[in-house]
């Protein structure tokens, strides 16, 4: 037992789970049948709504005005009973969404900014988390890569982190427990980057795992220095991979990429496999639907459909027909790599995030730390208005300054690099989008 085995087995013993068993169990199951996946997501839905029903005001709520039982749900499509519900229902009716023996499922606090950049602080029951730890380890599995044998490398933090930038004790302690080696790609220079790269070779690191956005700079200094470096395999996450990224990442790696999507918000979960781009769903922590615009319906395969997840573990805050606000394309057709988990052609709604600068540059607009000004940036907006030019709208209270002003300017241009202008706007009214949601990032360049 390694020192990463050893944590995982400690942090379970300390709240009820076994986490080897949950490695070994998720490795088992990404073979099963229809019927066994079928029965096991039924077996845990009908739990997890009897709960809810018994502990949870909103869906307590939810199934006595629509004169529904527990005992009702005889099947996965009866989850269309429910309604679908965004993060901003959530915040709306936030206590209502915790269970009233909240405590005893150990919960952790995590937040996400998300596609939408709403900060939303949320829960994962330690069970659920362990279980969602070990089907992303399982992805990882697929590409070669060996928990606490293996050292990972972590590039993160898209270009602009907040505060100084510095990482937190306790990430650190955690990093060092599962051997990875962090990255911070906040100053992209030639020198930070040249002191990673030999820190990388130093270290044998053969596997990378970052915003692609993250890895695409590295890789594009790295060929641009003519730098020789070699990785067993890549994990891309939290951004849209753009198959010209992904181009270049692998030749100048030479190796190929396995990209993941992740939603801790609801437990979904898919990865890419070592043979082809489909994405494996992870049917063991969420019940993934992919539904129409309006989700009255599910979306055929070969469709664009819109998330919607049911946390099968989370019991603390259930989530039940959530939807993170990320779309799919069902594929028409299983993986040949013999892991029989359905899956997805495309996962799409995440290129929102991110401006693609003609400097080369990546800039990932939600990671900016507007909610470090919020006394004096009442609502932001961020739009790639043309190729060479940003533009920052914001709705600002009397705090705001010139000063402020100039800060924020820097801190743009900065990140933006070389050639790209950047204009702040001061505007009373941000328009929302027909959905009536208001967008942090917009993009109105083609990629
Ligand atoms: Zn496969």
Redesign the pocket.
Known sequence: MNRSDLTFYLVGLRRGFNFKKMMDFVNENQYWSKDQIYDYQLRHLRKLVRHAYANVPYYRNVMKTKGMHPDDVKSLDDLSHFPVITKEDMIANYSDFLARDFERYHPWEKTTGGTTGVPFQYYNDTKSWGLYWATKIRAFQWGGYRLGKDELVILKGGTILAGDGKYRFKTKVWRWIQKNYTVPIINMTDETMSMYAKNLKRKKIKYMRGFPSAIYTFARWAKENDVDFKLNRIFTTAEMLLPHHRALIEEVFGCNIIDTYGCGDGMAGASQ?N??D?F?MNIETSIMELLNSDYSNKAAPGETGEIVVTALHDYAMPFIRYTPGDQAIVSKEQ?T?G?TLPTLDRIIGRTSDVFYLPNGRVLNGISIAFDIWADKIRKWQLIHEKPTLIIAKLIVTEAYNQEDEQTLINLLRANAGEGIDIEIQLVDYIPLTKAGKHKFVISKVDY
């Open positions: 496999c043979l082809s489909k494996h993986c790599c892991v």
